[in-house]
């Protein structure tokens, strides 16, 4: 099982905490700073796995971690987990939220937090792995987005208007217009 | 727009602010204008200020007041909000918050809701924060949802199902024929939440795991389904199928083989296939290969898969990848108990991993090599871990220091070798011993007579260079004490001679008793150790005399206590110093939970009626008896590994030897008060001898002795073990295989128990010899145990 998941950046800010299990706020923050101060230690070329963290629960527990660029991502698991299963899981769900947001970086982490959230809903539940087909996982987030789109409201009336603009077929506009002996070059406007 | 428009803006302000002061400012501005918002009616921006909320508990400040919020959101017919309010449900709730109770009936409403994504939120909330009752009630629809549903929703209803078993473990018979039909989907979600659920179920109730093992030819196919097709786009992780699946189909199959002959015949081919197909240059197929090792060691395969397994992890062993060798010394410290002799052989490379860089590859060297530690192995293992406890992580110490101290006391080939290397840690990582260590290594002096001379010399060396570590402070104090004498007379065999003048030893005792890096423990232990020495040199009495009356006036009363006695001793009782100083008697190593002869006679006279109902009861229900006994086997969570020379014995003559020794038992026990040590097995001339030592409060050593009293000589014998579901059990090496004829020698093997739940304790112990050329196999149940009930 899963016991936590945290992605946090190389100066220890937390980015995206789930705790599949309960534990108070404060030792939340706790396990946290506690994580960060472990896996920070680490060089670059050492494994990814390390154990001896004490508050997150004792013996069974190990940290699997991975870093990409500014973050970290770690994994808390217990031993009913395959070690190098975690690795590759940690690498579908990277691989996840590039698809969704396009070439992902910390600041697409920051600001769409709940989004993220809404992605490891899809990978993780329960504190079990539950899909690992990042096609499938893509899908099902394209297709809960629309719907909350479809259904956004008076709110969303801004973001109809612009979804409806772009789907407008505006006919193709000529690059000369040509009359008589009259040749005016039309500026190329970028598309919205 | 969404939510997080507004969401963005505050998280750009947070980010703005240059000081953790600021940002404290402006957070609790935001929470103020939240909690406002919140008690206003509705309005649109609810699901806003909810995310706000939980970006704001992320970053650690309190979120509670949003709890209400999530109930309400969860209640709105908006997919948005109930989006949002099924997030901030996970985070802040939990079944010990009263608001939790709450949302039952909207979860109740929703898994039944029209929409897809809606029933798949209240799963997942379901799934991850369900308390007991809420399981309970909610079962039956998850039921409903497991087998009519599309697999989006059947993936999810499975993993929900699992946390309801682990919440409620009665309802896993409710869920049993649901996972049972969803083996037969197609859909590689659905497969994993079932093998997941089914893996739950089986851990859970041994019932369940007999239902399932009918199962182990589909998951057979299904597996070879995954290895030998073709590149599938769709599930395919650098070259392997599915590898998460077959991960977990792999660990499925392992809980079913375990201890059952037909499944685990039923699965080797597949692992052999498995094993010898998989591609490991990337994690997947190495992540597939492990867990086919771990199982092919786990279940009963034939022994050729086996070798084949502990080749592969000799491999991975060796392989450049940190990571690869991490998992493959983890694995083989699963195997350490059971395959001692397969991993001995990798004992260079494992020693050479204790010189990694990595701080992870070490712990595990360490914990292996520790296991590793054998008769024949100890004085070059030994080296290497003290070479390692001298560069290793402080981290790491305190375990190094107690696997030696461990390894040498049941390994030491010499009393001085084991003196030297406790010597030897105590200089090198003297702060991070266990406080028993001062007291056993004082009783190992007292009991090693010959070695006095020399240990004296050694600790008065030690003690001149550096008194800052207390331990070896203590015992250089107490030897100096004791066996000053030998210290000045100068000579000594095992060392090269130093003189030693009686000032000097006052001198450094006296540096001891000065010191601020002292503690008062070791001051008391310097005093002693001076006033022991004015029966043992000759000439500065005086000098004694004066140290002594100065810490009369100590400000530390166990101090002052002592040296106020002391004075009494030079002055009143004079004639009776020298009778109170002299040398003490060798200390008798008793642990607190040793039994004395009286307490084992009482719970023997206690157990002797109800052996009588069982002589009585056996022979008219023999069956049942030895039905039970099948159970124990079947419930026992150590399975019992055949040796490698034997195969496999059929289930109708062990029970009869059971049987037979059961009675063979009830007439061999002895009723005598005496130390506790009891014959449970005499057949063919070998007799098997049971003692225990009770160590902890919940562990117990216990010592199987087997003697021959035949004309000629027993050999491989091998002892087995295997106790009830809820002890652990952990079988040290024997001390050899051969007994030698006539009762001239005796093989020893240690069993060390752990029973957390003090279950009634029975161990069933097989063995199997070879006598006069004819191959001996028995079983004793032992039911019950010379000592003190639990």
Redesign the interface.
């Known amino acids: 099982m899963i016991k936590a998941i945290l992605i946090f950046n190389n100066h220890g800010k937390?980015r995206?905490?789930?705790f599949?299990e309960?534990f108070a706020?404060?030792l939340?923050?706790q396990i946290i700073r506690e994580t960060f101060h472990l896996v920070s230690k680490?060089?670059d070329?050492?494994?990814?796995?390390?154990?001896?963290g004490s508050l997150i629960g004792g013996s069974d527990y190990k940290l699997i971690y991975r870093h990409y660029a500014t973050l970290y991502f770690v994994f808390c698991v217990d031993s009913s987990e395959?070690?190098?299963?975690i690795?590759?899981?940690i690498q579908?769900f990277v691989e996840t939220l590039d698809k969704c947001f396009e070439n992902v970086c910390e600041l697409d982490l920051?600001?769409?937090?709940?989004?993220v959230?809404?992605i490891l809903?899809e990978v993780v539940?329960?504190?079990?792995?539950?899909?690992?087909?990042m096609?499938?996982i893509v899908g099902?987030v394209e297709?809960?987005n629309r719907?909350?789109?479809s259904?956004?409201?008076?709110?969303?009336a801004?973001?109809r208007a612009v979804s409806a603009v772009k789907n407008m077929n505006l006919p193709e506009m000529p690059r000369n217009i040509n009359i008589g002996d009259i040749n005016i070059k039309v500026p190329s406007l970028s598309p919205f | 727009?969404?939510?997080?428009v507004r969401?963005?803006e505050m998280?750009?302000v947070i980010?703005g602010a240059r000081t953790q002061g600021e940002e404290r400012g402006v957070i609790q501005r935001e929470c103020a204008a939240i909690r406002a918002q919140f008690r206003q009616a509705d309005n649109?921006t609810r699901s806003h200020n909810l995310?706000k909320l939980?970006?704001v508990?992320?970053?650690?400040y309190?979120?509670h007041f949003g709890q209400m919020e999530c109930v309400r959101l969860i209640a709105s017919p908006?997919?948005?909000e109930k989006?949002?309010g099924y997030?901030g449900a996970m985070?802040l709730l939990?079944?010990?918050q009263d608001a939790s109770l709450l949302i039952t009936n909207s979860i109740k409403n929703d898994l039944s809701h029209s929409?897809q994504?809606v029933q798949s939120l209240a799963?997942?909330t379901l799934?991850?924060?369900g308390s007991a009752e809420m399981c309970r009630d909610l079962a039956p629809e998850i039921d409903r949802l497991l087998r009519a549903s599309n697999s989006?929703i059947k993936?999810?209803a499975a993993?929900?199902a699992?946390?309801i078993v682990r919440k409620v473990p009665e309802l896993g018979e409710l869920f049993t024929p649901a996972a049972r039909s969803l083996l037969s989907e197609k859909n590689?979600?659905v497969l994993?939440?079932a093998v997941?659920l089914i893996t739950e179920l089986c851990e859970r109730n041994p019932d369940t795991l007999e239902q399932f093992r009918k199962v182990v030819p589909e998951l057979v196919q299904i597996m070879k389904g995954l290895v030998m097709s073709g590149y599938s786009p769709?599930?395919n992780?650098a070259g392997i199928s599915?590898?998460?699946l077959q991960?977990r189909i792999l660990?499925l199959l392992r809980i079913l083989g375990r201890n059952n002959d037909t499944a685990s015949d039923a699965m080797n081919d597949l692992l052999a296939q498995v094993a010898t197909n998989t591609d490991s240059s990337k994690?997947?197929g190495?992540?597939v290969l492990?867990?086919t090792v771990l199982t092919v060691m786990d279940i009963k395969s034939e022994s050729g898969l086996r070798v084949l397994a502990v080749n592969i992890l000799g491999r991975f062993l060796l392989n450049n990848d940190?990571?690869i060798?991490?998992?493959s010394m983890?694995s083989l410290q699963k195997i350490v108990q059971t395959d001692h002799n397969a991993v001995q052989r990798h004992r260079g490379t494992i020693v050479d991993c204790l010189k990694d860089?990595?701080?992870?590859?070490k712990?595990r060297a360490l914990e292996l090599s520790l296991a590793l530690v054998s008769a024949v192995n100890i004085r070059s293992l030994m080296k290497e871990l003290l070479l390692f406890l001298s560069s290793c992580p402080p981290?790491l110490r305190a375990h190094t220091t107690s696997g030696i101290f461990n390894a040498a006391e049941r390994y030491a080939p010499s009393q001085r070798w084991h003196i030297d290397t406790i010597l030897h840690v105590l200089t090198t990582a003297g702060g991070d011993v266990r406080d028993e260590t001062v007291p056993n290594l004082i009783q190992l002096i007292t009991t090693a007579t010959e070695l006095h001379c020399y240990t004296v010399h050694k600790l008065y060396r030690a003690l001149i260079t550096d008194i800052s570590v207390q331990s070896l402070v203590q015992v250089a104090c107490w030897c100096i004490g004791e066996y000053g004498d030998l210290l000045l007379r100068g000579e000594c065999e095992e060392t090269e001679p130093v003189q030693v003048a009686e000032d000097d030893v006052l001198d450094a005792l006296e540096m001891v008793l000065q010191s601020h890096m002292s503690s008062p423990a070791t001051r008391g232990f310097a005093l002693t150790a001076t006033m022991k020495l004015s029966t043992r040199i000759t000439h500065n009495v005086d000098r004694i005399r004066s140290i002594v009356s100065i810490y009369g006036s100590c400000i530390d009363v166990e101090l002052q206590q002592r040296a106020v006695e002391y004075n009494a001793l030079f002055k009143k009782y004079d004639h009776m110093r020298a009778a109170v100083l002299e040398r003490m008697p060798v200390i008798d190593k008793s642990s607190p939970g040793h039994t004395n002869g009286e307490s084992a006679g009482g719970t023997m006279k206690e157990m002797e009626p109800t052996k009588l109902t069982q002589e009585v009861v056996l022979p008219q229900e023999p069956a049942n008896k030895v039905c039970d006994l099948l159970d124990l086997l079947g419930g026992s969570a150590e399975p019992l590994q055949p040796s490698p020379a034997l195969s496999t014995t059929p289930l109708g003559p062990v029970s009869s030897t059971a049987g037979g020794d059961l009675l063979d038992l009830l007439g061999g026990l002895d009723v005598t008060p005496v130390p506790p040590s009891v014959i449970v097995y005499e057949k063919n001339g070998v007799t098997l001898k049971l003692q225990t030592d009770r160590q902890t409060d919940t562990g117990m050593t216990v010592t199987l002795t087997a003697t021959n009293s035949t004309d000629g000589d027993i050999t491989s014998i091998t002892l087995q073990a295997a106790v009830p579901k809820s002890v652990q059990l952990q079988m040290k090496a024997p001390s050899g295989d051969v007994i030698p004829a006539h009762g001239l020698g005796q093989v020893t093997q240690t069993v060390l128990l752990n029973n957390p739940n003090k279950v009634s304790l029975k161990m069933r112990v097989r063995v199997c010899y070879t006598s006069q050329g004819s191959v001996c196999q028995d079983t004793v149940q032992i039911d019950s145990f010379p000592s003190p009930a639990w």
Do not use: W
């Open positions: 937390p995206l905490i789930r599949y309960y706020e404060d939340q923050q680490r060089d070329n050492v494994c990814n796995f390390l154990e001896g395959s070690e190098l299963g690795l590759d899981l579908v920051i600001f769409h937090m709940d989004k959230h809404f809903q539940m329960g504190g079990m792995v539950l899909e690992t087909n096609n499938e099902q297709l809960q719907m909350e789109k259904e956004g409201g008076f709110s969303a801004p973001a | 727009m969404s939510p997080s969401l963005q998280i750009r980010r649109g995310a939980l970006y508990h992320m970053l650690g309190p979120a908006r997919y948005n989006r949002v997030l985070m939990d079944e010990k929409s994504y799963l997942c799934g991850c924060m989006y993936k999810k993993l929900c699992v946390h590689h979600g994993h939440g997941v769709e599930h992780v599915d590898p998460f991960v660990r994690t997947a190495s992540a492990y867990e940190r990571n060798r991490y998992i983890t860089q990595d701080a992870s590859v712990r981290e």
